[in-house]
């Protein structure tokens, strides 16, 4: 970086220390809002500030991705990296300020300190020399240059020959099947599947001991991010989100199986035979998983499944379904009602299918026919009496109550690999405009030379390069038996980023971009889904993200969530 960067990027680390202190202020006193007469984080409190503690999450997810990208310029970071971290940084820093005064006004504080950032002259000064027209058209050329390549680019050996490895397979492999199982409308077949078996795709959160690719001493998530993103750019609902579901079920049996469970299950998880699925959601309840009420009445040998589940993605395919359960009648229970049965099937190919048991128990699956994310399949399933053995409850009769708690060890990896799905799916798009824009002519000339579209192209690497940067960053966190609200809030900012760059991506591609023959279409109402799975982007915002940051502000004991 020249001594001009070098300065803009001192400034942005002033700015973003005056930032943090205003919303560390904004956090604590929003917190103390939401305390009862005891002193403690009150539900219903909570609830009567959702609008502010949705505007602090999000305000978080973007100063933790601003900071990273700042944080990431180290004395060998290119002016290139520099402009892309400050164009983001100027992207987001007047609507994170309009969000702190906000959240001041609505507890009814003086929001004078949080305006006043508005007029720093650091902060003027990196909005005309960092985020202005000709700093944008600047860095739009760059990107242009790079092919898409921007973010962290200092992995070591192994996950450095990890990512070329799958993205060489995604390219050669995923891509040319991608809009054919989009198109219409196809379960993602066995050429893709057993591929990924022998690449060893279905065992990335699965130690070695028992068959699968972690080491057995430690977690890594840097793998299963470079993975997830290098197959989702390919194809979301073909390749990258194969991965989520063994991620939730086998760290569930982690944390809870028997020894016998793991010793079964985990192997065969691992090899992707049987292929699995996650049963939470229920038609009435949503993101709302105390409010469970799919139940399981115990029977000599087992226990009765009866009820319906929703957008079960993947139920078709696979052989075997996680399937969250009250077994306590007890509702006031809530969560603690809840346990993990393991209900075992038949593989189908088909969008419809009936499971009949000898003793009459059933169970039917309906896929539901959606505008993007085709290939897995998301299913209705009705459970008629079905039959479910004791030996399938997750953690046996120990495990009985603590189906939150196990699904939970699992949902913080499968919002860690969402987030690096959206940064495939990101990077699709924005190669992709890079392409075109490179190609098409208008008015005489290569649509990527004029300046509101080099313009774009900054802002959309810009974006890109910070998510990739906290995404890798977490992946650490996680690493490290951290990061529980950080893979949220990772998973909100990019999961929204994705929309907005698939958006942009297609509008740069004119008429051609609304053409499903152009993979452009596919990845816009794929991204579309991305901040609905895994925990929609108002639960995490509220539920975890706002609570965590409340909690720490308070210096108490985080709870599950």
Avoid at 555 to 561: L, M, N, S
Wanted: some cysteine; aromatic content about 6%; overall charge negative.
């Amino acid at each position: 970086m020249d001594d001009t960067r070098q300065l803009q990027v001192a400034q942005a680390r002033g700015v973003l220390q005056a930032w943090r202190a205003a919303f560390d202020a904004a956090t604590a006193a929003l917190a103390r809002d939401c305390l009862n007469e005891r002193g403690r984080l009150d539900a219903r409190r909570l609830d009567a500030q959702q609008v502010p503690s949705f505007e602090l999450a999000w305000a978080a997810a973007d100063l933790l991705a601003a900071e990273t990208a700042v944080e990431a310029l180290t004395t060998d970071a290119t002016d290139a990296d520099a402009a892309l971290a400050l164009v983001f940084l100027t992207e987001v820093g007047s609507e994170l300020l309009r969000r702190l005064e906000a959240v001041q006004m609505d507890l009814g504080l003086d929001a004078t300190s949080v305006s006043a950032l508005r007029s720093h002259p650091a902060w003027l000064d990196l909005l005309r020399t960092a985020g202005g027209a000709r700093a944008l058209e600047s860095a739009g050329r760059a990107v242009a240059g790079t092919d898409g390549e921007v973010g962290p680019r200092d992995l070591d050996e192994p996950h450095a020959l990890a990512q070329d490895a799958f993205r060489r397979f995604a390219a050669e492999v995923v891509a040319p099947q991608a809009e054919a199982i989009h198109r219409e409308d196809l379960t993602v077949p066995e050429s893709l599947l057993q591929p990924l078996r022998e690449m060893g795709v279905f065992g990335l959160a699965i130690p070695q001991a028992h068959g699968g690719s972690a080491p057995d001493d430690q977690e890594d998530a840097t793998l299963m991010v470079v993975v997830t993103e290098a197959l989702s750019e390919a194809s979301l609902a073909a390749a990258g989100s194969l991965i989520t579901r063994p991620e939730i079920l086998s760290r569930a049996l982690m944390a809870g199986g028997t020894e016998a469970q793991k010793a079964h299950w985990l192997p065969r998880l691992a090899a992707g035979d049987p292929l699995c699925a996650i049963a939470i959601t229920e038609p009435d309840y949503g993101s709302d998983v105390a409010g469970l009420a799919l139940r399981g009445t115990s029977v000599p040998g087992g226990w009765r499944l009866t009820g319906a589940k929703t957008w079960c993605t993947f139920a078709g395919k696979a052989g075997v379904l996680m399937v969250v359960t009250r077994t306590d009648p007890d509702r006031s229970l809530g969560h603690k009602g809840l346990s993990l049965l393991l209900v075992e099937k038949p593989s189908f190919d088909t969008h419809a299918f009936e499971v009949k048991q000898p003793d009459g128990g059933r169970l039917t699956g309906r896929a539901i026919p959606t505008i993007g994310y085709r290939g897995m399949h998301s299913f209705d399933l009705a459970f008629e009496d079905f039959f479910v053995p004791d030996a399938n409850v997750i953690g046996g009769e120990a495990g009985l109550g603590q189906g939150f708690y196990y699904t939970m060890a699992g949902m913080v990896g499968g919002r860690m690999q969402t987030a690096a799905r959206a940064c495939g799916v990101m990077r699709a798009a924005l190669r992709a405009a890079i392409r075109y824009t490179a190609d098409r002519k208008v008015f005489g000339s290569p649509l990527a030379d004029y300046p509101l579209t080099q313009a774009k192209l900054a802002r959309m690497g810009a974006r890109l390069a910070a998510c990739r940067h906290l995404a890798y960053r977490v992946a650490k966190l996680v690493d490290a038996g951290q990061g529980r609200m950080e893979a949220s809030l990772v998973k909100l900012l990019a999961c929204r980023s994705a929309e907005m760059i698939t958006r942009e991506a297609l509008q740069l591609h004119g008429g051609m971009g609304y053409a499903e023959e152009t993979a452009t279409s596919r990845y816009f109402v794929d991204a579309r889904v991305l901040s609905i799975f895994e925990g929609a982007e108002e639960t995490l915002a509220l539920k975890v993200v706002a609570r965590a940051l409340f909690e720490r502000a308070l210096g108490v004991t985080p709870t599950a969530g």
